[in-house]
Structures are given as C-alpha cells and as structure tokens.
T-cell receptor, first 112, second 112 residues
Framework: QKEVEQNSGPLSVPEGAIASLNCTYS??????FFWYRQYSGKSPELIMF????GDKEDGRFTAQLNKASQYVSLLIRDSQPSDSATYLC????????????FGSGTRLSIRP | NAGVTQTPKFQVLKTGQSMTLQCAQD?????MYWYRQDPGMGLRLIYY???????DKGEVPNGYNVSRLNKREFSLRLESAAPSQTSVYFC???????????FGQGTRLTVV
C-alpha cells in the first residue's frame, strides 16, 4: 500500500462548478497535510495546509481533513480554466516528522 | 529573494558518468529535501535532511548520495548514472520539520 494515494484522473469539471480532489494516507499518526498545484513543466506550489480535523477555507479553496478516516480533500469552488493543473497531496509522516511524502497527483481539467 | 536555487537546470549524462546536483536556500530553513518526478509518479522522496548535520533515506535512495554542506546547501550526487535515473529532480526546503516545503525550479536530467 502506498503511503499517500490519490486518483490519477484526469478529472474534468465544467467552468464554474466545484472540483473535488481526494487523498488517503496510511500513517495514522500523521499531523500535517498539504495540497500543492503543479502546472506542466513547473515546480509544485503550495495552495493549502491543514493540521486539524475539519475544514479550512482560503478564497475559492477548502481543505477538509478527517483523521479518523485518514482522508484529506480539496474543494475548488467556481472552477476557472486557470485551475487546470496537477494537484498533489502531501503528508508529513509521523514516523519521521521531516519525511514529507507525496501522492502521485490528480490531473484536473476545467472545460469552458 | 531567490528562495530555493538549483543548478544546473538541464543536464545530459552518459551511462556511468557521475555528477552532483546543487541546491541552496536563502530562507534560513532547517529542513531540506530531494525528490524525483517521473511521468505519472508524482514526487518521490530520495533523501532528506531534518537539520544541518543530519541526512536520512527517503523512498528511493538507491544510486544516490547526499551532503548537507551547511544550513543553506544540500547536494545530491549520482556516482554512476543509469538510464533509470532520467527524471526531473526537485530540491525543497521547509522552516521546520512539520511545515510546508518550498521548491526549487527543478533539474531535468537525461541519462543516455
């Protein structure tokens, strides 16, 4: 079992709709969770981080964390064509606090 | 404010050659990381350094060595390059072990 798992996609969402991206992780003791966006040929850039159970909102983005289910998600409201990218989930592993493990990423395409 | 700087940006090696990828950060971060990214594989952790003077293996350390030269610099060495090491390599740093990582622009390495 991979330590961090994501559906690879592609996920196609119409412009203006809500895009929902999901991630599960294996280390029950993990404490820090991150979502990165990566455009083709570019470096990953941080969108959101979340440490506590529940929701965290930042503009059009909402991160949701459920530690009991070992599940973290990212919602993008009012999706724009500029949101088309690969979204990477990352988890800071409890076994080693410095060990940040990434999922394989979900490719999101926003269709006009 | 340069952030995380990687050199070189592009490199072509012949099988069996050696080289060192350089990484430096100017954010006074304690932790540094090396990842590789292959198509459809997300980011895989090669080695990381929680703090100056320490290094640890990640998910895919075979064929690589690292040196945390000082707080700013973290280098990755390929002693005998193989075609399987053709990839994009990213260096990243974070302020502390559980905080978000910031990435360099990447090094595209081809081994022929």
């Amino acid at each position: 079992q991979k330590e961090v798992e994501q559906n690879s996609g592609p996920l196609s969402v119409p412009e203006g709709a809500i895009a929902s991206l999901n991630c599960t992780y294996s280390d029950r003791g993990s404490q820090s969770f991150f979502w990165y966006r990566q455009y083709s040929g570019k470096s990953p850039e941080l969108i959101m981080f979340i440490y506590s159970n529940g929701d965290k909102e930042d503009g059009r983005f909402t991160a949701q964390l459920n530690k009991a289910s070992q599940y973290v998600s990212l919602l993008i409201r009012d999706s724009q064509p500029s949101d088309s990218a690969t979204y990477l989930c990352a988890v800071n592993m409890y076994s080693s606090a410095s060990k940040i493990i990434f999922g394989s990423g979900t490719r999101l395409s926003i269709r006009p | 404010n340069a952030g995380v700087t990687q050199t070189p940006k592009f490199q072509v090696l012949k099988t069996g050659q050696s080289m060192t990828l350089q990484c430096a950060q100017d954010m006074n971060h304690n932790s540094m990381y090396w990842y590789r990214q292959d198509p459809g594989m997300g980011l895989r952790l090669i080695y990381y350094s929680a703090s100056e003077g320490t290094t640890d293996k990640g998910e895919v350390p075979n064929g690589y060595n690292v040196s945390r030269l000082n707080k700013r610099e973290f280098s990755l060495r390929l002693e005998s390059a193989a075609p399987s090491q053709t990839s994009v390599y990213f260096c990243a740093s974070s302020e502390r072990s559980a905080s978000e990582a910031f990435f360099g622009q990447g090094t595209r390495l081809t081994v022929v």
